[in-house]
């Protein structure tokens, strides 16, 4: 648990959707769109208290960019991988991100995961970027669709994934195996290491299988949110083929 800033008109109005504590909004004074009459509207139904407030008192909460929108969000909640696995009844699919320190590549990781439905993302408590306000702002709310679970180390989390027969595929661009190759189709993790390091070696060793994606272009890799981005494009792809 933990209480922070969420930042963005739509971060802000996801929250609210999707049914989190917020215990107070600012909203900026000046600003009079349609999206924000309805945040309003939003605001007055769920008895949310907001203030009406000069842009100074936004850039002093953060130095963001706001969008005329802040909000402090109580208790930030994580899930428990067990229950999430034992209450997974499709073939589930885990996004694990190990040694991703940049909060908004973390966000737009999790942005990804949410549009493909997967089962949960899972990060370490140590040694990578965590939810903020920036992480909230640039999942567009997905932070709030998908579930969030943070566990001591990844290792942890591999052990149990596979007691659970889920395939763990490290992305690797080193690898000769494309992500086409693979059969995603089946309950699957796909780990996402940091663009400088890649994943650890000794998550790397409990993993089943490695995978890259093809390159044309004369470039060494993708950024890490982009590559997480069409690895989950590809489980989706496979899976909506049936």
């Known amino acids: 648990m933990q209480k922070d800033h969420i930042f963005g008109l739509h971060a802000v109005y996801e929250a609210l959707t999707a049914g989190k504590n917020l215990s107070k909004v600012f909203i900026q004074s000046n600003i009079n769109t349609l999206k924000h009459k309805e945040l309003i509207q939003l605001l007055r139904k769920k008895q949310v208290p907001y203030s009406m407030v000069p842009v100074q008192k936004l850039n002093k909460l953060t130095h963001h960019n706001h969008q005329g929108v802040l909000a402090t969000l109580d208790n930030i909640s994580y899930g428990?991988?067990?229950?999430?696995?034992?209450?997974?009844?499709?073939a589930g699919l885990f996004v694990l991100l190990d040694g991703i320190t940049d909060t908004r590549n973390m966000?737009?990781?999790i942005r990804s995961a949410a549009a493909a439905n997967a089962s949960a993302v899972i990060i370490p408590t140590t040694g990578s970027a965590q939810i903020t306000g920036e992480t909230i702002?640039?999942?567009?709310?997905?932070?709030?669709?998908?579930?969030?679970c943070r566990l001591n180390h990844l290792k942890d989390a591999l052990y149990l994934l596979k007691s659970y027969d889920i395939q763990c595929i490290v992305a690797d661009e080193k690898t000769d195996q494309h992500i086409f190759n693979h059969d995603l189709?089946?309950?699957?993790a796909i780990i996402m290491g940091a663009e400088d390091k890649g994943v650890s070696s000794g998550v790397r060793k409990l993993c089943d299988l490695t995978a890259k994606l093809p390159m044309l272009g004369e470039m060494d890799s993708y950024n890490v949110s982009v590559a997480a981005g069409m690895f989950l494009y590809e489980a989706m792809r496979q899976r909506l083929q049936g």
Not at 137 to 148: A, E, W
Not at 185 to 188: A, D, E, V
Request: aromatic share 4%; glycine share 10%; net charge positive.
């Open 80 to 90: 428990n991988l067990e229950e999430i696995l034992e209450n997974t009844t499709s």
């Open 107 to 109: 966000g737009a990781i």
């Open 137 to 148: 702002k640039t999942s567009s709310g997905g932070v709030f669709k998908v579930p969030i």
């Open 185 to 188: 189709k089946k309950p699957t």
